[in-house]
């Protein structure tokens, strides 16, 4: 062991020691204030990456705000073409009928009778107008539109005299319903 001899005054060791003590707490105040210094400049650089960050994403957003409206065009787009599609096949399915139920009148129609007017009264509700030579001429038509498998619930609306050329004539409506 090593003895250890110290020939300064007590004062001179106080202030030996103050200095140390100054010295140290220097250098606490001095790292204390470099770090502070550190996480602030952290902060700041996080705090300008989430600017830009978020100054991209508001560039993005105006980018994809003319592609959702462009997307919300086109959408409209393809639900008008296929409302359009829709009425151009319910247009060629209702020819189609209407030539069935044309066809199907016309066999069923006696001689001494014409038709002047034929409605599509809603759905599958049919009603002509006609002028016959006599009643049994509109009995006839009936009774065959009855017979006909296509239709249906044949019912006589209304029948009037009249004159064409001086002979007496029947001006007649009815409807039905056609099968289809």
């Not at 003895?3 to 030996?16: F, G, Q, S, Y």
């Not at 003319?66 to 060629?92: H, S």
């Not at 069923?108 to 002028?131: C, F, H, K, M």
Request: aromatic share 6%; proline share 2%; net charge negative.
């Amino acid at each position: 062991m090593a003895v250890r001899i110290n020939l300064l005054t007590p004062e001179l060791l106080a202030k030996k020691e103050a200095q140390r003590r100054n010295i140290i707490s220097g250098l606490l105040v001095v790292i204390f204030a470099g770090l502070m210094v550190g996480i602030y400049m952290e902060r700041t650089f996080a705090v300008n990456g989430l600017e830009d960050e978020i100054k991209q994403v508001d560039r993005r957003m105006d980018d994809l705000k003319d592609v959702l409206a462009e997307i919300e065009r086109l959408k409209k787009e393809d639900a008008m073409i296929k409302r359009r599609i829709d009425i151009i096949n319910q247009l060629i399915k209702d020819r189609l009928i209407w030539a069935h139920v044309l066809d199907e009148m016309s066999n069923s129609i006696p001689p001494d009778l014409w038709l002047t007017d034929s409605v599509n009264a809603g759905g599958n509700n049919i009603e002509l107008s006609g002028v016959a030579m006599d009643n049994f001429a509109i009995a006839n038509l009936m009774v065959n539109l009855e017979g006909n498998d296509y239709f249906s619930s044949v019912e006589l609306i209304d029948i009037k005299r009249s004159e064409i050329d001086e002979r007496d004539v029947k001006n007649f409506q009815i409807k039905f319903i056609f099968k289809s």
